[in-house]
């Protein structure tokens, strides 16, 4: 299995930036793509944005210009820089990875809120 562990969520204001990071650890793998989504109270779980191996990227409409995801191979590391927050960002984000040989795996995430 490929283990994932995130780190980072908080409580900021809105306007305010977080930065989350998740690391990927286990066996010999190749990481292909990964993501982050997020799950609030009441809702399904959705995408908030994905990048591929070679750094193709896919942001949510709702995050497209204030979220950046990006990742270090070497580290095995993706993170996710968010800036503007907002009330509506308020969820449990989760990071995901799709690795060779494995299973989806996923992290347990990490809180994010932003007071109204």
């Known amino acids: 299995q490929v283990q994932l562990v995130e780190s980072g969520g908080g409580l900021v204001q809105p306007g305010g930036s977080l930065r989350l990071s998740c690391v990927a650890s286990?066996?010999?793998?190749?990481?292909?793509?990964m993501g982050w989504y997020r799950q609030a109270p009441g809702n399904q779980r959705e995408l908030v944005a994905s990048?591929?191996?070679?750094?193709?990227?896919n942001y949510a409409d709702s995050t497209k210009g204030r979220f950046t995801i990006s990742r270090d191979n070497a580290k095995k590391t993706v993170y996710l820089q968010m800036n503007s927050l907002k009330p509506e960002d308020t969820a449990v984000y989760y990071c995901?990875?799709?690795?060779?040989?494995?299973?989806?795996?996923w992290g347990q995430g990490t809180q994010v809120t932003v007071p109204s």
């Open positions: 286990g066996s010999s793998f190749t990481l292909l793509t």
């Open positions: 990048i591929s191996r070679l750094r193709t990227t």
């Open positions: 995901n990875a799709r690795a060779t040989g494995r299973s989806d795996a």
